[in-house]
Every structure is written in structure tokens, then in C-alpha cells.
């Protein structure tokens, strides 16, 4: 089971583009067009499921914002890290 991090490990892990808001770790992908980032979205969604490790994700015009936390743990835990890596390489 993955330990919850304290803020400074996150905030010393964290990858570029990435924020800590509280528990959640959040980043703002934006794109040329709505359906690039629908489409982005999706990516996301499909990693997600493999990981079994679910976002919220928000879809805006020209711009996708998906935050993490691990829910069980009560924070951000080293797979919300590992999924934002993964996000970022479908980017
Ligand atoms: C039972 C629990 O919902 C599952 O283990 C998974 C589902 N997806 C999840 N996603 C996220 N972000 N955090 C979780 O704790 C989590 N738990």
C-alpha cells in the first residue's frame, strides 16, 4: 500500500507543470482546439484505467485539468506522482 507524503516530499517530487492544491496534485494541459483535448481526455481515461488509479478530469475549451489524490490514503501517495508521469507522456 502506498504511504501518504507529507507537502514537502510532493512539493520536492512534484514534475514540471504540476501544482500541489491541498491533498491533490493538479496540472492544466492546453491544447489548439476543444477536441485535442477531448481527445487528450480520453488518453488520460485509458491510462487511468490500466493503473486502476482514477483522476478528476475537466474538460475546457482548449484546456484539460486533471487533479489526483489516492482517496484510501487521504493524500498524494507515490502513484498519484507515477500517473502524472504517465499523463505527461500521452501529452
Ligand atoms: C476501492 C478503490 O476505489 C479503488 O482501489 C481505487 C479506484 N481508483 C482510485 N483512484 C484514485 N485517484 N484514488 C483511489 O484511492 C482509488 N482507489
Request: glycine content about 8%; aromatic content about 10%.
Amino acid at each position: 500500500m502506498a504511504q501518504r507524503l507529507s507537502d514537502d516530499e510532493v512539493d520536492s517530487k512534484l514534475s514540471g507543470g504540476w501544482e500541489r492544491e491541498g491533498d491533490e496534485i493538479v496540472r492544466v494541459y492546453e491544447f489548439d482546439s476543444y477536441l485535442d483535448g477531448v481527445e487528450f481526455a480520453t488518453e488520460v481515461g485509458e491510462v487511468a484505467e490500466e493503473e486502476f488509479h482514477h483522476p478528476e478530469i475537466i474538460i475546457r475549451y482548449e484546456e484539460v485539468e486533471v487533479r489526483l489524490t489516492s482517496h484510501e490514503e487521504g493524500g498524494i501517495t507515490e502513484k498519484d506522482l507515477r500517473l502524472a508521469d504517465l499523463f505527461d507522456d500521452e501529452f
